[in-house]
Nanobody, 129 residues
Framework: QLQLVESGGGLVQPGGSLRLSCAVP????????IGWFRQAPGKEREGVSCISASGINTEYVSSVRGRFTISRDNAKNTVFLQMNSLKPEDTAVYYCAADYAPYSAFCSVIGTKGPYDYWGQGIQVTVSS
């Protein structure tokens, strides 16, 4: 059973930064695209960012492009989401998810779940003064 564990969430003031981590123990990241999604209270889950299994390509939803950066450390089996210039509207539960797509150069965060079959438990990010 694939296990994804998010960490790094919390409370931050507007304009601040957080770095989320998605640990995937025992996973060969070159076989999996990893996506980040979020769900705010009363809203549908939305895609935020993804990194392809090849590690070459990344995608961002327009509302976070230029502020968020996705990256990964294959040796640590961890994917990161660096979030800068945070806004109150970034407040949500953030989820990482995995899609089995060996060496694929493609990833997607379209829709409420994209192509992802494996999900973490989620972690709260609150942006408030």
């Amino acid at each position: 059973q694939l296990q994804l564990v998010e960490s790094g969430g919390g409370l931050v003031q507007p304009g601040g930064s957080l770095r989320l981590s998605c640990a995937v123990p025992g996973l060969f990241l070159n076989y999996y695209g990893i996506g980040w999604f979020r769900q705010a209270p009363g809203k549908e889950r939305e895609g935020v960012s993804c990194i392809s299994a090849s590690g070459i390509n990344t995608e961002y939803v327009s509302s976070v492009r230029g502020r968020f950066t996705i990256s990964r450390d294959n040796a640590k089996n961890t994917v990161f989401l660096q979030m800068n210039s945070l806004k109150p509207e970034d407040t949500a539960v953030y989820y990482c998810a995995a899609d089995y797509a060996p060496y694929s150069a493609f990833c997607s965060v379209i829709g409420t779940k994209g192509p992802y079959d494996y999900w973490g438990q989620g972690i709260q990010v609150t942006v408030s003064s």
